[in-house]
């Protein structure tokens, strides 16, 4: 292995294999411009070869740099297994006609439960599905622009933040480690998703990154 393919393996680490691609091309025609140049200078060839490659500069920086503007192996997956649920649930009439029923079936649970007594577990179960409405509603909603995919997901996480916050009420910080643990799947999934649309523009931006 080279002292090139070494650099090129540390700086495309974690990076998706349209990254990695895009990064070799690049560097390479880089890295074969120094060298020409320097041979041209007059250097011998070893050392045209070793001033070539300082001239790229760290691999592990420029890892760390190709990262925040490239797609990473795990966003790509994230990109992958979206498109995947997002064609199964098109494919699948029967089941996107199910969504509307879930509202109508946690009322009648609500119901039931009010009727027999059980007035608290009633408004739990109310608050809880209010909370949810937003993730049941996401598939018929017309969010297909930058700022209306802004006002869902901030209306998405203020409903399921409040929805928690109210079923605990005054024990919340005594239950905030479930608290954490409930939310913390959710959050991570954004934040990946943030990081894809900062590196995506918008006319690539698949379903899943609208909500």
């Not at 029923?101 to 408004?123: D, E, I």
């Not at 959710?186 to 909500?211: C, D, F, G, H, M």
Request: hydrophobic letters at 50%; charged letters at 20%.
């Amino acid at each position: 292995m080279t002292g090139l393919d070494n650099w090129l393996t540390q700086a495309t680490r974690h990076l998706a294999k349209d990254s990695v691609a895009q990064v070799r091309a690049e560097i390479q025609q880089h890295y074969e411009a120094a060298r020409d140049a320097a041979i041209t200078e007059g250097a011998a060839a070893d050392e045209a070869d070793r001033s070539a490659l300082n001239a790229l500069g760290d691999a592990k920086t420029a890892n760390r740099q190709y990262r925040r503007v490239l797609l990473t192996s795990a966003e790509a997956r994230m990109l992958r297994e979206g498109n995947w649920e997002a064609s199964a649930l098109c494919s699948r009439p029967w089941l996107k006609r199910l969504f509307p029923a879930v509202p109508a079936a946690v009322l009648a649970v609500v119901t039931a439960l009010f009727f027999t007594g059980h007035a608290a577990v009633a408004r739990d179960v109310l608050i809880g599905g209010i909370g949810m409405s937003p993730l049941l509603a996401a598939p018929f909603l017309p969010i297909y622009t930058r700022s209306r995919s802004h006002v869902f997901r901030v209306i998405k996480w203020v409903a399921m933040t409040g929805a928690l916050l109210f079923v605990y009420g005054p024990e919340t910080f005594k239950w905030s480690w479930l608290l954490l643990s409930c939310l913390w799947p959710l959050a991570q999934t954004e934040w990946t998703r943030a990081s894809i649309r900062r590196k995506l523009p918008v006319a690539a931006w698949p379903r899943q990154l609208y909500l």
